[in-house]
């Protein structure tokens, strides 16, 4: 029973790698690409590496598969926000039908933060 849910995890994580590929491929911006990237690329590490921890069995695995399955989720956050600073700070263009909870993106208030940051250097 083991091996089958195991199987099942490490299928499902590569699948879940394969759609975050796409995702990088077909998203129109370097903001949604890195959202698609870091949710399903977390997701499917995640779920390879509970596989293994369940193909293995050792406790001695499974205490270094929650150790690195918890670094990725303290880490990939963290860099994903860092990326997304950096995007807005070199005006690298976005995508123009990109919308907020408020409408449409306010590229005036970018670029006055842009400024501010780039000022405050």
Do not use: Y
Not at 20 to 37: E, F, K, N, Q, T
Not at 42 to 62: H, M, N
């Amino acid at each position: 029973m083991t091996d089958v849910t195991a199987g099942v995890l490490i299928v499902l994580g590569g699948l879940f790698a394969v759609i975050g590929a796409l995702g990088l491929i077909r998203m129109p911006d370097v903001l949604i690409r890195m959202h698609a990237s870091t949710k399903i690329g977390t997701l499917a590490c995640g779920l390879i590496l509970a596989g293994s921890a369940f193909v293995f069995g050792s406790p001695d695995i499974i205490i270094r598969v929650i150790a690195i399955v918890l670094f990725i989720l303290l880490t990939a956050p963290i860099g994903a926000h860092m990326m997304g600073r950096s995007v807005l700070s070199t005006g690298v263009p976005l995508w123009k039908n990109e919308t907020s909870e408020t409408g449409n993106l306010d590229e005036k208030l970018i670029a006055e933060h842009t400024d501010a940051t780039i000022q405050s250097k």
